[in-house]
């Protein structure tokens, strides 16, 4: 069974407009983090934001939130005010604490291709 | 500036010969991870590494063999028994292994096997 899964393959978004970008995710650990990563053409991998599974409020940087909604076992990504620049491949990822001890690295979603209109 | 430097960012080889992709870090991060990325797909773990002369086979392993032999340095070859060798090969590491670790990549190798 997937352990990351992002529903939207691609999404085109008007310059300016907020952006949600879905992620549920499966897990039995207690303790792990959710982990949002922004792939341009480029192929290098961003790191946006953060959001621990003990975590009690959503996590923000700069236009970046989480939407963790952990009863649900979501961990939604939104951009504020998108940008021309944000246009790029967008994964979620999970890396669990317990089980293996998190040595393992980050498990990834399929990722959501994201195109800004102008 | 600290970082983590592949190379080369291109490679092409033939069919049936193995191939070395390099990693080096100087994050001093002791653990060290290869991923795979096929269009349309999320990144595979290949193989994992948390200390220097210890690595672990990730989900695709097969086809693949690693060496840690310095903390700054996880090489991945590729051999010819890997089927589907075509790829974009992403180097990783982080501080930890922590659930609150990120991973801090690379700018990836894009191989090309024909």
């Known amino acids: 069974a997937q352990k990351i899964t992002q529903t939207q393959p691609g999404m085109f978004v008007q310059e300016k407009e907020a952006v949600t970008l879905d992620c549920t995710y499966d897990t039995s650990d207690p303790s792990y983090g959710l982990f949002w990563y922004k792939q341009p053409s480029s192929g290098e991998m961003i790191f946006l934001i953060y959001q621990g599974s003990y975590d009690q409020q959503n996590a923000t940087e700069g236009r970046y939130s989480l939407n963790f909604q952990k009863a649900r076992k979501s961990a939604n990504l939104v951009i504020s005010a998108s940008q021309l620049g944000d246009s790029a491949m967008y994964f979620c990822?999970?890396?669990?604490?317990?089980?293996?001890?998190?040595?393992?690295?980050?498990?990834f979603g399929k990722g959501t291709h994201l195109i800004i209109q102008p | 500036d600290g970082g983590i430097t592949q190379s080369p960012k291109y490679l092409f080889r033939k069919e049936g010969q193995n191939v070395t992709l390099s990693c080096e870090q100087n994050l001093n991060h002791d653990a060290m991870y290869w991923y795979r990325q096929d269009p349309g797909q999320g990144l595979r773990l290949i193989y994992y590494s948390q200390i220097v002369n210890d690595f672990q086979k990730g989900d695709i392993a097969e086809g693949y063999s690693v060496s840690r032999e310095k903390k700054e340095s996880f090489p991945l070859t590729v051999t010819s028994a890997q089927k589907n060798p075509t790829a974009f090969y992403l180097c990783?590491?982080?501080?930890?292994?922590?659930?609150?670790?990120?991973?801090?990549f690379g700018n990836g190798t894009r191989l090309t096997v024909t």
């Open positions: 990783a590491s982080s501080p930890g292994t922590e659930e609150n670790s990120p991973l801090h």
């Open positions: 990822a999970m890396r669990e604490g317990y089980s293996g001890g998190g040595a393992d690295g980050l498990t």
